[in-house]
């Protein structure tokens, strides 16, 4: 049940929810150039996201190499989901709400750029914000689906959650 619900959503993977994952040492080596990962100015790595071997189908194409973070980590919609307090049909609704936000997002923004945005809508905003937009009508509906995009995420996937 569980895995079928990440299959749906894989936002945690695209740069919606993260844009960045720890790793350690031994995860790097074992990932090799499958994943892009940098090291921070205080030395600490990270595999950036969206993730490169999130695959179209939403599945994980290092899924047995993947970083403990990776493995441990569940949304606040997936626990919800373990516990019984949302059904698998909600739960199956709500990442549909957040698919619908992030995708009509994604096409204002691209309106508002005259372009193709990134796949990281963080990155996206960042550039709107700083260059001229081709529409600025598209470019204040961005911005406030954007917002609508972010509540969204925060609400079901990342409210209350802690690091195990």
Do not use: N, W
């Amino acid at each position: 049940m569980a895995e079928h619900l990440c299959l749906t959503c894989a936002l945690c993977c695209d740069g919606s929810v993260f844009s960045r994952v720890p790793v350690t040492e031994a995860e790097r080596d074992r990932l090799g150039d499958r994943v892009e990962i940098f090291t921070k100015e205080d030395g600490a790595l990270r595999m950036r996201q969206p993730c490169r071997q999130l695959g179209a189908d939403k599945a994980c194409g290092c899924y047995e190499d993947r970083p403990a973070t990776c493995r441990d980590y569940a949304c606040a919609l997936l626990r919800r989901l373990e516990r019984g307090t949302v059904t698998e049909a909600q739960a199956r609704g709500y990442v549909a709400d957040l698919l619908a936000a992030r995708s009509r997002t994604r096409a204002l923004l691209a309106a508002a750029l005259g372009e193709t945005p990134p796949a990281d809508l963080g990155l996206a905003m960042d550039r709107l914000r700083s260059t001229p937009p081709a529409d600025r009508h598209a470019a204040e509906a961005a911005e406030v689906h954007y917002g609508f995009f972010t509540d969204l995420v925060r609400l079901h996937l990342k409210r209350g959650y802690r690091p195990r």
